[in-house]
């Protein structure tokens, strides 16, 4: 392996194996997920609500949830498992991606761009990694026109199944390709072809699908139309990367490589670029928190697109320039790795000393709970470690207690299932994890009275859709 893959490898399993020791999944989304493939069936509990995904919530999180069924796994180490299985899959698309590319740049792309998200479960994993897999196929000049159409044919239905952006990420795709020209370069027509066709296929499935298999949970449509245009939105995007500038860099470090591509040529583009890994690699340190990972997916579709659209005129040169970015990138990624599951760790010790038995307000606790939600001041961009009189309480509680359904979750299996902390839910449009009905069958399979119990408190707090339920 080149040093740059090596670079990526070893950072990906640093991330892997933090992330698998502190549960980070169980701190947004994946605990709802998880917790799924636990309490009952992944597809009535969770996948269900968002059948379009579902390709990819089955690829991330249907082994565990598998295993647990087949080897009666206990609660401990099932989430083990769990973890282990989910981090594998971007690993096993990047090998895949290994034996199909002609060069190297379509699995370093990859693996670079699943290193920045793989902290929040988000389907664009799977998605983006099986449409690099189709791209790298398509534009092998050496496989036939057919070859191509059999291979949009397997793998289209799949991506179809993964996540909507896809489509915008191919549409932008085919834009900067055809501006390429303007810089005395162009990409192989095939390829632009073969793109736009997926690309527009894509997009009618997913109206298609926005239509007939549309989220099914009654409490999901502020969550949706707050999210609709985030993909699409250049003042969000920009927003992301000024609360993250570490986001930011990383872009830059894919980008810088394809200066040549644009006939941009500066004597001290190399010593800038150490300059803003330097920049990057601090904001790494001292202002990674939950949110780091989820914003990535925003802007890391186009950053990645852009960066093949500049490398595939010429990999090789691309390769070679790419080597030093791509191991400051690790270093990056690496170093936020490690601050986030710092602070993930002092968020476990802090619960620790207030986890009782019995479902529990966190309200009510003797000790006011430290979750007020994190303004983005320039304190907390910067330096993390500086905000509030105390960095457990008004820094780390704020930002990984943001969202306020996870806790529940966490503290449960946290507890070795003999107790949670909770925050109740507003009344209104607030989002709910769980469709009553799916709970309430599950609630009658449940596994022993821990569990039980837990499912009772989310039909009563954390379903919705049928108010018996969620009122008794």
């Known amino acids: 392996m080149d040093r740059s893959d090596k670079a990526l490898v070893v950072a990906f399993l640093l991330a892997a194996g933090l992330g698998t020791w502190t549960r980070c999944l169980m701190h947004d989304d994946g605990a ?25 919530v089955f690829a991330m999180h249907g082994p565990a949830w598998l295993a647990r069924a087949a080897f009666g796994l206990d609660a401990g180490a099932y989430l083990t498992v769990a973890h282990v299985l989910y981090f ?6 990047w090998l895949v991606l290994r034996a199909v590319e002609r060069d190297r740049l379509f699995s370093r792309l990859y693996l670079a761009l699943a290193l920045a998200m793989i902290y929040f479960p988000t389907e664009l994993i799977v998605g983006v990694g099986v449409w690099l897999i189709w791209l790298a196929l398509a534009s092998d000049p050496a496989r036939s026109t057919a070859g191509v159409v059999l291979a949009t044919l397997l793998l289209g239905p799949v991506m179809a199944f993964t996540h909507p952006a896809l489509a915008l990420m191919g549409l932008f795709f085919v834009g900067a390709g055809l501006a390429l ?12 072809v073969a793109v736009a066709v997926l690309s527009v296929a894509l997009l009618a499935f997913y109206l298609a699908a926005a239509r007939w298999l549309p989220p099914t949970n009654p409490s999901d449509g502020a969550s949706q139309e707050a999210n609709r245009f985030a993909y699409l939105s250049p003042v969000w995007m920009l927003r992301t990367l000024m609360y993250f500038p570490m986001i930011a860099v990383l872009w830059f470090l894919l980008l810088v490589p394809g200066a040549d591509t644009l006939r941009l040529r500066w004597r001290y583009l190399p010593l800038a670029t150490l300059a803003i890994a330097v920049f990057g690699l601090w904001c790494a340190a001292a202002g990674t928190s939950l949110k780091t990972s989820t914003w990535t997916r925003h802007t890391g579709l186009y950053a990645m697109a852009l960066a093949l659209v500049l490398a595939l005129p010429a990999p090789a040169a691309w390769l070679r320039r790419a080597e030093r970015p791509l191991i400051l990138f690790a270093a990056i990624v690496a170093a936020s790795a490690l601050s986030f599951n710092l602070d993930l760790w002092l968020f476990g010790r802090f619960v620790d000393r207030e986890l009782r038995p019995g479902i529990v307000d966190a309200a009510t606790l003797p000790a006011p709970w430290p979750s007020k939600r994190p303004e983005p001041v320039a304190g907390r961009i910067l330096f993390k470690f500086g905000v509030g009189e105390e960095y457990v309480r008004d820094g780390v509680m704020p930002s990984y207690d943001w969202s306020r359904i996870p806790l529940a979750f966490y503290t449960y299996f946290r507890s070795d299932r003999q107790g949670a902390l909770f925050h109740p839910l507003g009344s209104g449009a607030e989002w709910r994890p769980f469709e009553c009905p799916a709970v309430e069958r599950a609630l009658a399979q449940a596994r022993d009275a821990q569990d039980r119990q837990f499912l009772e408190f989310l039909a009563r707090h954390y379903c919705a859709g049928n108010a018996d339920l969620t009122g008794r």
């Open 32 to 56: 709802v997920i998880l917790s799924s493939g636990w309490l009952g069936s992944l597809w009535d509990l969770y996948a269900s609500q968002i059948a379009s995904r579902a390709a990819a």
């Open 88 to 93: 594998a899959v971007p690993l096993v698309l």
């Open 181 to 192: 020209p303007l810089f005395g370069q162009r990409l192989p027509t095939r390829s632009l």
